[in-house]
């Protein structure tokens, strides 16, 4: 069964979703809805010429802070780098930036204008973050994605990196915040080699979402 969502603010369980992963479609990208959605492990991603797609996949790909992995080269790299990193100077730019990142497997981007507005809505209530890598004054790498302390989780949407290691550094500069802001994952969403090589794992849905309820 497929839950197609209409003005009305909720979300199916997020285990009934089918075998894709796919939680409903429909509804909109209120800044409301989508907070709701992260609230019950749910996140949208669809493309521009598809309607709005709900996600709750099983496996879940996430990192436990305490377990990424940091190679002795990219420590050294982390103590030696001219980059500057800094935290929600530029929301916009990170997330504009991301929209236009070419990814190999991949054509035009799920980072539509009407996402990026709701995104940073979020950001103006303190809800998206974005974590900034610079080069003197030039953006060159970065990320964004949801902080809900609340539930002891950060939920990563996107990184870009123009120079060689800059998303890396954004992303170990988050591990750094999100030990100190005593969150228990880093939600990665969805598997990629890249995050497998920084620590991230798959774990059940179901452990997942009784990490995000505290049990």
Known sequence: MMYVLDQK?????????????????????????????YTQGIFPWFSEDEPIIWWCPDPRMVLYPTEFKISKSFKKTLRTTSFTVTFNTAFSAVIEACSKMERPGQEGTWITQEMKETYVELHRQNIAISIEVWDKDILVGGLYGMHLPSFKLFSGESMFSKKTDASKIAFAHLVAWSIEQKHTLIDCQVYTSHLESLGAREIDREVFLSNLRGE
Do not use: K, M, T, Y
Request: aromatic content about 6%; charged content about 15%; hydrophobic content about 45%.
């Open 9 to 37: 603010l909720w979300f199916p369980d997020p285990c009934s979703s089918n075998e894709h992963g796919i939680v409903a479609v429909g509804g909109d990208l209120s800044a409301e809805r989508v907070l709701l959605a």
